[in-house]
């Protein structure tokens, strides 16, 4: 069994772990990526997490940004309409068994999860972000905090 101090940087104090995602349903063209990519930059909005996805009749975008306020407003500006909910992001060690121990502890508590997606720091940063999208974000979240 795999252990790890993982609760202790996953869920910390000073950074928020409940945050605003924006799900885009677009149509599949070449170029919109760039587009809101373009849009967001030119704002100075950092995405700290993107999940991009094909359905049968359009793409589906996730964005988690730095500035949820000011991405939404620059968005319904360039024309675009979106949805927002609430995620739990978790910044992890990357390192092997991380996201086993959070997997684990969800399924100790009895919280299931709708989806999740991750980006890795690479080989600059010893962390990884997972977007956590639940039933019960609350107690997904206060998890760690215990």
Do not use: C
Request: net charge neutral; charged share 25%.
């Amino acid at each position: 069994m795999i252990s790890l101090p993982l609760l202790e940087t996953a869920w910390e104090e000073d950074r928020p772990m409940i945050k605003k995602q924006l799900t885009l349903y677009l149509d599949k063209k070449p170029g919109v990526l760039a587009r809101i990519t373009d849009l967001l930059a030119r704002k100075k909005v950092n995405i700290e997490g993107i999940s991009v996805a094909e359905t049968s009749d359009a793409s589906l975008i996730q964005l988690v940004v730095d500035k949820a306020t000011e991405a939404e407003k620059v968005l319904k500006q360039g024309g675009f309409s979106f949805d927002v909910q609430d995620v739990v992001v978790l910044h992890l060690p990357d390192r092997p068994g991380s996201l086993h121990t959070v997997a684990r502890q969800l399924a100790k508590q009895g919280l299931s999860l709708n989806y999740l997606y991750a980006t890795t720091g690479g080989e600059s940063k010893d962390e990884s972000t997972i977007v956590i999208s639940g039933e019960d974000l609350k107690r997904i979240n206060a998890l760690g905090k215990k």
